[in-house]
């Protein structure tokens, strides 16, 4: 069973920096693509930023570029969005997904989601 827990939400003042964690168990994240998302109250679950899964440069929103970046951790099957300049527009869940990806040699067209974590942009 796939499970993916994010953490490392909180509160920031505008200016600060979070660092948001994705960790999975029963895939690997190396074998997957990983995308951030983030939802406020009221909005649609938008898109942030990809971490292929092999060769290609991380993708972002303009919103964040330059701000943000995506990292994996392979030791520890982790995924990473360093979070820095935070605005109050900033503030939302961050849900992490992977998928799709590969299990051993076997294509995997699923998508993973967590439960997302709180991030608040607050003076």
């Known amino acids: 069973q796939v499970q993916i827990v994010e953490s490392g939400g909180g509160l920031v003042q505008p200016g600060g920096s979070l660092r948001l964690s994705c960790t999975a168990s029963?895939?690997?994240?190396?074998?997957?693509?990983v995308t951030w998302y983030r939802q406020s109250p009221g909005k649609e679950r938008e898109w942030i930023a990809t971490l292929p899964n092999v060769g290609d440069a991380s993708v972002y929103d303009a919103s964040v570029e330059g701000r943000f970046s995506i990292s994996r951790d392979n030791v520890n099957n982790m995924v990473f969005l360093q979070m820095n300049d935070l605005k109050p527009e900033d503030a939302a869940v961050y849900y992490c997904k992977a998928g799709p990806g590969f299990r051993g040699t076997e294509y995997d067209s699923g998508d993973y989601w967590g439960q997302g974590t709180q991030v608040t942009v607050s003076s």
């Open positions: 029963g895939i690997s994240l190396t074998r997957y693509i």
